[in-house]
T-cell receptor, first 111, second 113 residues
Framework: EDKVVQSPLSLVVHEGDTVTLNCSYE??????LLWYKQEKKAPTFLFML????IEKKSGRLSSILDKKELFSILNITATQTGDSAVYLC???????????FGQGTTLQVKP | DGGITQSPKYLFRKEGQNVTLSCEQN?????MYWYRQDPGQGPRLIYY???????QKGDIAEGYSVSREKKESFPLTVTSAQKNPTAFYLC????????????FGPGTRLTVL
């Protein structure tokens, strides 16, 4: 059975800290790995990764995929209170056309 | 404005009643998806549709039904057979056939009284 596991489940940091969120997966027919940010409403897209070892970057956020070790990380540097949210990773299957989500990591950034 | 709309935002229903949630997109996307999200969990797939007049069950389809008569519309009916329907329901769409980036609508929060 395909599975996506995120860690930690929750995290509390102070503004300016750097955080690393983890996503590991056990899946067949891997096509892509996606990261979303959810703030009490619908998830918003952050990154999609398909190739191993290539970092995707957007401002203070970055992500990288390791297809050999079956994990991805999402880094947030110089955190701000506006980064407080649930971060979801999801695996995309090449033969089923659907996303399988992890349970999410709840990040709280304190002033 | 292009995007995905869901209505209503909040919905209350009595036990034993069917209810239909609306999802419309004007992005000209081919594929549409329905997810259910419970507190502390990631979204789980209910149904998805790659093309008009065709749809497939996701991981938790029991107690739900869908239709895809038009490309831009993918309504979800929560039937009385769904034992625990209170949840946050999310609709998503993608341009391509398989797991291109999925974009989500604002969601409908359903509460069964």
């Amino acid at each position: 059975e395909d599975k996506v596991v995120q860690s930690p489940l929750s995290l509390v940091v102070h503004e300016g800290d750097t955080v690393t969120l983890n996503c590991s997966y056990e899946v067949t027919n891997f096509r892509s790995l996606l990261w979303y940010k959810q703030e009490k409403k619908a998830p918003t897209f952050l990154f999609m990764l398909t190739s191993s070892g290539i970092e995707k970057k957007s401002g203070r956020l970055s992500s990288i995929l390791d297809k050999k070790e079956l994990f991805s990380i999402l880094n947030i540097t110089a955190t701000q209170t506006g980064d407080s949210a649930v971060y979801l990773c999801a695996f995309g299957s090449s033969n089923t056309g659907k996303l399988i989500f992890g349970q999410g990591t709840t990040l709280q950034v304190k002033p | 404005d292009g995007g995905i709309t869901q209505s209503p935002k909040y919905l209350f229903r009595k036990e034993g009643q069917n209810v239909t949630l609306s999802c419309e997109q004007n992005l000209n996307h081919d594929a549409m998806y329905w997810y259910r999200q419970d507190p502390g969990q990631g979204p789980r797939l209910i149904y998805y549709s790659q093309i008009v007049n065709d749809f497939q069950k996701g991981d938790i389809a029991e107690g739900y039904s869908v239709s895809r008569e038009k490309k831009e519309s993918f309504p979800l009916t929560v039937t009385s057979a769904q034992k625990n329907p209170t949840a946050f329901y999310l609709c998503a769409s993608t341009k391509g056939g398989y797991t291109d980036t999925q974009y989500f609508g604002p969601g409908t929060r359903l509460t069964v009284l």
